[in-house]
């Protein structure tokens, strides 16, 4: 994982949130991050949810990434905001 992590940049401040991406709510006096990954459960549809969530909570900086895992084939319908 260090590796990975390294490869990325993210050799300064690093954080990892785990929590309901289809439920974050505003993220308030948190500051924004700038890359996001995905993993829900293939097949139910989540991935658009939480990319709204995220959208609209403001959870992200402008020109984020976000990496989303699914099937293979799987379309993923993204938020107009994307």
């Known amino acids: 994982i260090r590796r990975n992590i390294e490869a990325f940049g993210l050799t300064g401040e690093t954080r990892i949130f785990r ?3 289809t439920d974050l709510g505003p993220a308030g006096n ?3 991050y700038s890359l ?4 829900p459960p293939y097949g139910k549809g ?4 939480a990319l709204a969530g995220l959208a609209e909570g403001g ?3 402008p020109g984020a990434i976000c990496v989303v895992e699914d099937r293979a084939g799987e379309h993923l319908d993204q938020p107009d905001s994307y």
């Open 19 to 21: 929590r309901d991406a």
């Open 46 to 49: 989540l991935a658009a949810k």
């Open 30 to 32: 948190m500051p924004p």
């Open 59 to 61: 959870w992200l900086t």
């Open 36 to 39: 996001a990954f995905l993993d």
